[in-house]
């Protein structure tokens, strides 16, 4: 059974992991953006605002876990100025992975972000009257809660998975031997070892040399025991199928990727995943979080960048580097072998089957700091770091211990959690907060459809004719991506005529506009669509109320109306919506 880490826990981390770091939610106009969430603390802030924000929020589950815990979905944009999904919208979560516990805290501080600013801040009021933001803290709530509550790490689902195919499950708890709440490493005393202790600093393991021969060599485990006697320790945690490698497009049997699960959409979040975003036509994009590093994986993901088409190249890159201009940080290639590359990821899927560009950004590439700015943190500047910054609570000094199979070995090594792949909670609200500027900018770039202008005049007697100019004021065209346009799957904008009391004499009740180019493509790459289109209609009035509507229709770019009264005295009064 997996052992919860309460007490251990909370002394082993008291510089770490400041009491409030593992307690209660707190108050949601006050969140604590200096502790990691569980999925109670973070489902109780969306509660929170919820209700603090009725206008602005709708909060609902698109699905459950295997283990019944309700994946939540907190829809932000203003109620006042449109339903959620006749707006651009843009999706966002975190924490798909277990551990990677920040991916969750940068999300909801977005959510906490924009909403504490409508009203006073333009940019944020504009975003909210204008877009949807479809924000997703918790895509793994069963396994981030055993992550982040005992010293277990996984990779995803907790779901029972034979990984290394010897017929038995989770065999493996993965115990923290010493009892000091975190999983560390073994250096096991062995003539044949691999590795051995560094000459300037014993608490630094190195690779044996080839040809070495004369000194003491080790091997390195991770901390536990060999449950099922194979010779090997904790190659079967808990576990063991990876979500992000579990999605349809180009997914792979498990020789081709480990972690894949038995068949794509396996896992319930991952379908749920899929069937939220494919049942919301109006997401522009992806936001997938994750750690760490550091840096944005850009596409390409699963295959070759040769296949994508030069103008969704140059949107990727652009889209990525400002990404890098707002961070600081640099944008990869997901893919970049031609021979190993991975299968079954989020942005994947969302690029050749959604036809949209996604993005794993991964946070926090704070593991040490580079004293002497030369590009590099060395082993040193590591230790430097631990001790200034964490009181040096985050390397375990390696302590002798007797293994129940191994005999005499040691037991240290860094406490991961919180300083490889997550930063110590005091650090983590500067870490949130960095990426909020291209947060926001993805949303806004999204394609927004207006009606620029709307005029009638009278043509003789009851006949009127209405002029009707409709733009793309986004920055991205309606269609988003190339991809989306080769393959159908993007929706071309509509335009659909309602009379009253009247009937077209030219002009047709529905007609298709084709797509919209962006600002983006105004200033110097034109692609092959306009981004304003002229429709004039001829009508003629049969009644004294007669009207005329007209709702311009872009699954990506939003819905928009107007509405106008035509009498047969006199042109009447213009309504909107």
Request: proline share 6%; with cysteine; hydrophobic share 30%.
């Amino acid at each position: 059974m997996t052992r919860i880490c309460v007490v251990t826990c909370s002394i082993l981390f008291s510089t770490i992991l400041p009491p409030q770091a593992m307690g209660q939610a707190g108050d949601p106009a006050n969140p604590n953006w200096e502790k990691f969430h569980t999925t109670a603390d973070a489902y109780a802030l969306l509660r929170g605002w919820a209700g603090m924000f009725p206008r602005l929020t709708t909060l609902y589950s698109i699905g459950e876990t295997l283990e019944g815990t309700p994946l939540m979905v907190l829809e932000i944009t203003n109620k006042d100025t449109g339903p959620a999904d006749e707006k651009p919208g843009y999706y966002y979560d975190g924490n798909i992975h277990a551990s990677e516990f920040t991916g969750a805290e940068v999300a909801l501080h977005f959510a906490w972000y924009v909403l504490s600013r409508y009203g006073n801040d333009p940019r944020i009021t504009r975003l909210l009257d204008t877009r949807t933001l479809y924000v997703r803290p918790k895509f793994n709530p069963d396994g981030a809660d055993i992550a982040l509550t005992t010293p277990n790490s996984l990779r995803s689902t907790p779901r029972p998975y034979d990984e290394d195919r010897d017929g038995l499950l989770d065999e493996d708890p993965r115990d923290d031997l010493d009892g000091d709440g975190a999983m560390t490493q073994m250096r096991v005393p062995n003539p044949n070892g691999l590795w051995r202790i560094s000459p300037s600093d014993n608490r630094v393991m190195v690779r044996r040399g080839d040809g070495e021969m004369e000194g003491d060599f080790y091997d390195l485990l991770s901390e536990g025991i060999d449950n099922d006697g194979d010779g090997y320790f904790n190659e079967d945690g808990i576990g063991g199928i990876d979500m992000n490698r579990n999605f349809p497009r180009n997914w792979g049997l498990e020789a081709e990727q480990r972690g894949a699960g038995p068949y794509p959409l396996s896992e319930p979040e991952t379908r749920a995943t899929i069937e939220f975003i494919n049942g919301h036509r109006n997401i522009t994009g992806v936001f997938h979080g994750h750690t760490s590093g550091g840096f944005v994986y850009r596409l390409p993901s699963t295959t070759s960048w040769d296949d994508f088409n030069s103008a969704d190249q140059n949107l990727i890159v652009e889209l990525s580097r400002k990404y890098e201009q707002t961070t600081g940080q640099p944008a990869r290639a997901s893919y970049t072998n031609p021979r190993v590359h991975r299968h079954g990821t989020l942005i994947s899927w969302s690029y050749w089957d959604f036809g949209v560009v996604g993005f794993v950004p991964e946070f926090w590439g704070g593991f040490g700091r580079d004293y002497d700015g030369n590009g590099r943190v060395t082993s040193d500047e590591r230790f430097r770091w631990n001790e200034e910054e964490l009181n040096g609570a985050g390397f375990a000094e390696w302590t002798a211990y007797d293994h129940p199979q191994l005999g005499r070995v040691e037991i240290g090594g860094w406490r991961s959690k919180f300083t490889r792949s997550n930063p110590p909670p005091h650090l983590l609200k500067g870490e949130v907060e960095l990426y909020i500027p291209w947060m926001l900018y993805l949303a806004e770039a999204s394609p927004r459809v207006v009606i620029r202008d709307f005029s009638t005049s009278r043509v003789s007697g009851d006949v009127y004719k209405v002029t009707v100019v409709v733009e793309n004021e986004g920055y991205l065209p309606t269609n988003i991506t190339q991809r989306a346009v080769d393959l159908e799957i993007a929706v071309p904008v509509r335009a659909v005529v309602e009379l009253t009391g009247a009937e077209l004499v030219t002009g047709e009740a529905r007609t298709t506009l084709g797509h919209l180019n962006g600002s983006r493509d105004t200033q110097g790459q034109r692609g092959t669509f306009e981004s304003r289109r002229t429709l004039e209609y001829v009508v003629r009035v049969t009644d004294a109320q007669a009207a005329f509507g007209i709702t311009i229709l872009s699954e990506k770019g939003g819905r928009t109306r107007r509405d106008i009264l035509l009498g047969l005295r006199e042109e009447g009064g213009e309504r909107r919506r």
